[in-house]
């Protein structure tokens, strides 16, 4: 990629799409109910993206696969990439818990529970493991199942290692068609500052002040936990153990971060993901096109936060004292939780429902946060994708597939 297509006369796009964003609050904000007007463009931004999910996911990781060229690679690099998913979740919902007990969001509220909110049932283990494997891969790509293709494109790309130079034919058609994906995803993020401008205005006129003050309180405990896990955590990671500048993996993310924000789509970021991860942090193709849709999948950083500040929340609302056990309860089932509920529907609310069960807090609460869910899940959404890139990084770094000019900013990475 040239940097005549990453600056528009001379504004890098990461800052257009920020300046999208802030207008399309404000947007929002004068034309209230009106601002659905815009939703067909921001919609129509979202498909395009969401048009790249499946076959970027197919493409990129049997050509990572490929280009590592050793299974056990691959298998040290997935061992890698879970476990740092699942300890930055601990840190997550720990970071959760200590923000809402500072900030005592529900201290001094009163508010009427809702109880028209039912989560969905969270699968069982057996079911999970059981729902890894596709019977019809084909229809598993028709439907989306992000999980069942990861599985299905790993076993394909290691049966194509192991077939030797009989799978080379195979091998160019695949990596062709995820180069090509790549451009496409550059091509469609050049509609990204309108896309988020429209995406934004109407989510900002749909939540008007009325809605959001009664709740504001939690929503920046929230906010300001999500800020701070990213700052403190996902940087302070890069610094001390993979000695890297954090700035430049703030900036380098950027695009995938505000694409995450205005959708709440970790799924539908994915493609913005891999292309941060390949062109602005220098990651190569092998470790970015195989931890990233493994973390869009079970990495729920954001979602754990979340659930640790709204369980607090309800706690204090509810004058509901939660004892040393409680908060052990909360942190091991919301880490356990994220990987169970990946890839379900509504996994945020069925996460709290579990949470809730466990602490002996009223679900008829959940009505309240619901609420605000698409607010929230902003927010978290933005963690979720900044720890899937921070985590790629990290492993990208510890197997020595990064390149460090472009990651430090000296050359700029390239697309076919």
Known sequence: MSKSTHTRAGIPLWQKIMAGLVLGVIAGWLLGDHAQWLAPIGELFINAIKMLIVPLVFTSLISGIVSMGDPAKMGRIGGKAVALYL????????????????????????M???????????????????????????????????????????????SLVLIGERGQPVI??????????????????????????????????????AVLIPLLKVIGVVYIA????????????????????PKRYLTGSLDAIVIAFSSASSAGSLPVSIRCARERLGISQGVAGFVLPVGATINMDGT????????????????????????????????LASIGTAGVPGAGLIMLSIVFAQTNLPL??????????????????????????MVTTLVGKSEREIDLDIYNGKSVGHTS
Do not use: W
Not at 87 to 110: D, H, K, R
Not at 114 to 129: F, M, Q
Not at 148 to 155: E, K, R
């Open 112 to 158: 009427q529970m809702d109880n028209s909110v039912s989560p969905g049932e969270a699968p069982s283990l057996t079911d999970i493991l059981v729902g890894l494997v596709p019977t019809n891969p084909i229809s598993a790509m028709v439907e989306g199942n992000i999980l069942q293709i990861i599985v299905f494109a790993i076993a394909l790309g290691v």
């Open 226 to 245: 999500c800020i701070l896990h990213v700052l403190v955590i996902y940087s302070g990671l890069l610094a001390l153990v993979a000695r890297l500048n």
């Open 364 to 389: 008829e609460a959940l009505g309240l946060i619901a609420g605000i869910d698409r607010i929230l899940d902003m927010a978290r959404t933005a963690v979720n994708v900044s720890g899937d890139l």
């Open 304 to 335: 754990a936060l979340y659930m640790g500040v709204v369980a607090l929340f309800v706690a204090q609302l509810t004058g509901t004292d939660l004892s040393t056990a409680d908060y052990v309860m909360i942190v091991l089932t919301g880490t």
């Open 87 to 110: 300890v930055t979740t601990a840190f997550a919902i720990t970071l959760g818990l200590l923000a809402a007990s500072i900030f005592q969001p529900g201290t001094g509220v009163e």
């Open 172 to 209: 160019r058609v695949i990596e062709s068609t995820a180069e090509a994906l790549y451009k496409l995803t550059s091509l469609i993020m050049a509609c990204a500052p309108v896309g988020v401008f429209a995406l934004i205005a109407v989510v900002a006129g749909e939540y008007g002040l």
